[in-house]
């Protein structure tokens, strides 16, 4: 049976909201023409994604049109052409110049700085008569790591973002971690730091800033909102362009809920400033159960507040506290997390830990997922972090550029789904990504498709119609 569009558009007025989506015919955005390619297959058998069946049930009905309606009007990211820009990696020795020179993937972001805050810069207050401020009052700072960062990013044409961690000892009352108490010094700080970065003086450009790292702020919410209010009052003063990204919480499931930090923190801030805004709303992608899957991301998750996965509470988030349904979702750290027994991170800290080759799995699925969840950028941490989610010299820095070739450029017009323990994740083209969480299994692609590229890089042939063993690490199938 086929449907005429008529007959949807009083489904569509009370079934459309702004949800992950379904982009049949890969253009980048969810509208009429997808709704079109469905309704003239409506009721059919033996369909399949490029013809409505978003599901994948085998039949176009109201279940795909459910689905369909609720990811109506999406754009960005989940849709869209995949930029390299999602490909986010952090430097963590504190020499950008020589460990970019290390690197055997490629980026389109530089991520953030390490052992550059401000009390890095100015770690002695400042002098004279006048002080605290900017009159007969003399700061001293040393911006040598933070301009290797920028010289970098700059060098390269990545965009790079600057984090808020923690304050100088003698502008929080000895309490780094503390609300800052000096906030004439603080204002001074903030006021070199985004001229000195604004991309008109020499030193680059900070298109970016985070307000908050993880539970680092040892305050209340209702300080960390104060403060926040003050950092973004000062940025914007400098520079209205630059992108304001927050709050930067591990444990998205929990930090994200119903009632949890985020609520609080943005009934706070709203209270102070009623135009408060956030242009990218930040998490940290790390899993912390003992289970270090990376499709936490898309859930279920049980044994915490919000269920739904990381991507998902986050949206939920978004629409609870009424910020706009194009606010972005950036994760700024995110990796396996703990990846030797080191005493930092002693692999119970987090998570379990895995060996080379579930890292090789784990990179793949993790960045193929965090995109079709709705994520527009990735900050893997880190590129060469001794003991947590190191990359440099691996097989799952491999699998990194591997996954990375199959998505930049193309869209991911089939979001990642599963059947039972098999995920499948479409791209624009027409290859097909798949695994199978719990292991070997056979699996027969469907008719067209007579290659697949493995994450080592290599690319076996196979009978078109004939079954080929999958397994945890993703394969592209290819025509």
């Known amino acids: 049976m086929v449907i005429g569009l008529a007959s949807l558009v009083g489904y569509f ?38 013809t409505g069946d978003l599901n994948g049930d085998g039949v176009v009905n109201i279940s795909d049109l459910s689905i369909l309606a609720a990811a109506w009007g999406q754009v960005g990211s989940g849709t869209g ?27 389109g972001d530089l991520g ?10 100015e770690p002695t207050a400042p002098t004279g008569s006048g002080c605290p401020g900017t009159v007969n009052c003399t700061h001293t700072y040393n911006w040598t790591r933070l301009d290797s960062y920028l010289t970098t990013a700059t060098a390269h ?51 970016a800033y985070e307000v908050n790292n993880e539970t680092d702020f040892s305050g209340t919410v209702a300080q960390l909102a104060a403060q926040t209010n003050r950092f973004v009052n000062d940025i914007k003063a400098v520079n209205p362009t630059a992108l304001i990204v927050g709050i930067g919480m591990a444990q998205p499931d929990t930090y994200y809920a119903p009632g949890n930090m985020f609520d609080q923190f943005w009934a706070d801030w709203k209270a102070i400033n009623p135009n408060a805004h956030l242009d990218v709303i930040s998490y940290h992608g790390y899993p912390h159960t003992g289970n270090p899957v990376p499709e936490t991301i898309m859930g279920p998750v049980s044994g915490v507040p919000c269920t739904s996965g990381y991507a998902a509470c986050i949206k939920a988030a978004i629409t ?130 007579i290659h697949y590229k493995d994450l080592a890089g290599g690319t076996t042939n196979f009978t078109s119609g004939s079954a080929i063993t999958i397994g945890t690490q993703p394969l592209l199938l290819t025509h």
């Open 81 to 107: 052409v995949i930029p390299a820009s999602f490909f986010s990696m952090d430097f963590s020795n504190g020499n950008p110049p020589d460990e970019y020179t290390t690197l055997t993937v490629s980026i």
């Open 13 to 50: 007025i009370i079934h459309k909201s702004h949800a992950a989506g379904a982009d049949i015919n890969g253009d980048g955005v969810i509208n009429i023409s997808d709704l079109s390619i469905l309704a003239a297959h409506f009721g059919m058998l033996g369909q399949t994604f490029s």
């Open 112 to 121: 953030k700085e390490t052992a550059a805050e401000w009390g890095n810069i």
């Open 320 to 449: 609870r506290n009424g910020l706009p349904a194009s606010t972005k979702i950036w994760d700024t750290e995110g990796s396996w997390g703990c990846n030797s027994a080191s005493s930092d991170c002693n692999g119970s800290r987090d998570n379990p830990l895995l060996t080379s080759a579930q890292q090789v799995a784990f990179v793949a699925r993790y960045l193929m997922l965090t995109w079709s969840a709705g994520v527009s950028r990735q900050n893997w941490y880190s590129w060469d972090e001794v003991s947590w989610g190191r990359l440099i010299g691996t097989p799952a820095a491999t699998a990194y550029q591997q996954v990375e070739n199959w998505m930049v450029g193309n869209t991911m017009n089939q979001p990642c789904t599963a059947t039972g323990t098999v995920w499948t994740c479409g791209f624009s083209n027409s290859t097909l990504a798949v695994w199978n969480t719990a292991g070997s299994s056979s699996y027969t692609p469907a008719a067209g498709y």
């Open 157 to 207: 044409n990545l965009p790079f973002q600057w984090t808020w961690e923690a304050a100088p000892a003698w502008a929080s009352n000895n309490n780094p971690t503390g609300p800052v108490t000096d906030n004439a010094d603080f204002d001074a700080f903030v006021n070199t730091l985004v001229t000195r970065y604004n991309g008109n003086n020499g030193h680059g450009l900070i298109s």
